[in-house]
């Protein structure tokens, strides 16, 4: 874990590497769970999925175990897809992803906020909310994080900006919903760390062991 400050804004961080552990999406289809809840067992880390309907269906591609839950959709919003393979983790546009391609887990969410090293033009700089996101950067390396309140402007610019270690600058990040979703959770030798949900939300996305 990792914690970095750009300006006013606060980021936690779960940085790690995808050749020794992956993603896992974990549904919470009865609002039972809190993040805290669902990381009980062999995960390392987790935040908050992605968004949901006001009947609590997912809004956007999930793989869980292996299985397509929700179909991937066309929506301006949902810019992007987080995935897990035996090919690693990886962030790709939505016009890239192939349902041809297996994914043992994948969230369809949005917007993008870097892309190819640079930051995305053209989002929301008005709407100052806590946001959660996932990165990754060239050679495998993989993040989970949090964000105190900013808008996804400025986040993009912060990511863009910032390496979060010595050898991971961020190649490619994706916002996953924010707000009063925003949550956080980290172990490390037996003491975690965790930021709650003010509402309940329908998935986690989970850092577990290969």
């Keep these: 874990q990792d914690r970095s400050t750009g300006g006013a804004a606060t980021i936690d961080i779960a940085l790690f590497d995808s050749a020794r552990c992956t993603l896992r999406v974990v549904d919470n289809p009865n609002g039972t769970q809190s993040l805290a809840d669902a990381m009980r067992g062999d995960c390392l880390a987790g935040v908050n999925g992605g968004y949901f309907d006001p009947n609590f269906a997912p809004i956007g591609l999930r793989v869980i175990g292996g299985k397509t839950i929700v179909r991937l959709v066309r929506a301006r919003l949902l810019s992007g897809v987080l995935s897990a393979s035996p090919r690693g983790v990886e962030i790709v546009r939505i016009a890239e992803f192939s349902r041809k391609r297996p994914s043992d887990a994948a969230i369809e969410c949005g917007p993008f906020l870097v892309d190819l090293g640079a930051k995305v033009r053209g989002l929301d700089d008005t709407r100052e909310a806590r946001r959660t996101f996932a990165t990754v950067a060239r050679g495998g390396r993989v993040a989970l994080g949090i964000c105190s309140e900013i808008s996804l402007a400025q986040l993009a610019a912060?990511?863009?900006?910032?390496?979060?270690?010595?050898?991971?600058?961020?190649?490619?990040?994706?916002?996953?919903?924010?707000?009063?979703?925003s949550a956080f959770w980290f172990a490390d030798e037996g003491k975690t760390f965790s930021i709650s949900e003010q509402k309940t939300v329908r998935d986690f996305v989970a850092i577990v062991p290969r």
């Design 158 to 181: 912060l990511l863009a900006e910032a390496s979060l270690s010595n050898d991971f600058k961020i190649w490619r990040a994706l916002n996953l919903d924010g707000g009063s979703s």
